[in-house]
Structure formats: C-alpha cells, structure tokens
C-alpha cells in the first residue's frame, strides 16, 4: 500500500522553445555548406593532390565521395559534440536535442539526420521546408525521420 503525500500533479515537461529556429536553421545551412566545402578544398589541396602524384591517379577515384563523407563527418561530430549544434546552428542560436527526452543526440543519430537531410533536399527540397513552416515545432521531414528538434539556446 503506497500513500500519496502530494496532492498536486506531477509537473509537465516545459515545452522547447522553437522561436525563430527555422530561420536559423536554413542560414545557418549556407555558412556549413561553405564549411563543408572549405574542408573538401583543403583536403584536396593537402592530401588529393600529393596521393594523386604517389598513386598516379588512383586516389582521384575518391573525389566523388569526399563531400558526403565529409557532410556526413562534420556534421556528426559538430551535432553530437559538447555544443550540439553545427558551427552555423550555432551561429544562429540553434541546436539539436532528441525529441522524445530531450537529451543529447548521439554521432550515430546526428549523422544519419545528416543523411536524411541530404537525400531529402536531392528529392524534395520544398517539402522539407514546407514541413517546418506547418508545424508548431518548426521540424523538418529529416528530424521527424532521425527523432530530433532544432531548439533555441539556452
């Protein structure tokens, strides 16, 4: 038998603040792509070019992948670091958390989002966006599909 000590209910969860995180997210979005690609240029520059003239060419078969493995990296460490966010969601005040607990999203979870996303703006790029503009959470059909929200920061 157990005895109830308190008569109030038990306290719900605040609700994440979402003000302006789609704004952030897509401005953001441009300053990672220029990241992204300054990191593909300067892999190319330090470590394609000097292999491309050890190997006689073979590494240049590695061109054609080097931007989603480095999308994919860069945004799984950024998204599960310390800050959760990428520098550009940082930049704008935005980061990530799960959505269901509200906890840290792990590298495996932060890259695959990164993976839905790319796919998702290959083939549908006005209807991840307008996804977010219909929703009261401002998420995304690649966060919907990864479990995750874009918040303010506190």
């Known amino acids: 038998m157990s005895l109830e000590t308190s008569s109030y209910p038990p306290p719900v969860p ?3 603040d979402v003000a302006g995180v789609l704004a952030g997210r897509v401005i953001g979005f441009f300053v990672d792509l220029f990241l992204i ?3 593909c240029g300067l892999i190319f520059f330090f470590l394609v070019i000097p292999l491309g003239l050890i190997t006689g060419g073979l590494v240049w078969f590695l061109l054609p992948p ?3 493995i480095v999308a994919f990296l860069y945004n799984g460490f950024t998204i599960s670091g310390r800050k959760q966010a990428t ?3 940082r930049m704008f005040g935005v980061r990530l958390q799960m959505a269901e607990t ?3 999203v792990s590298f495996l979870i932060a890259a695959v989002h990164a993976i ?3 796919v998702s703006v290959s083939f549908l790029t006005p209807l991840i966006l ?3 503009l219909f929703r009261s959470d401002s998420r995304m059909l690649h966060d919907l599909l990864a479990g995750v929200i874009a918040v303010r920061r506190g």
Do not use: R
């Open 14 to 16: 605040a609700a994440p």
């Open 37 to 39: 690609g300054l990191l």
């Open 66 to 68: 080097m931007f989603p």
């Open 87 to 89: 520098l550009g969601m």
């Open 102 to 104: 509200g906890g840290e």
């Open 116 to 118: 839905f996303y790319y």
């Open 130 to 132: 307008l996804i977010g």
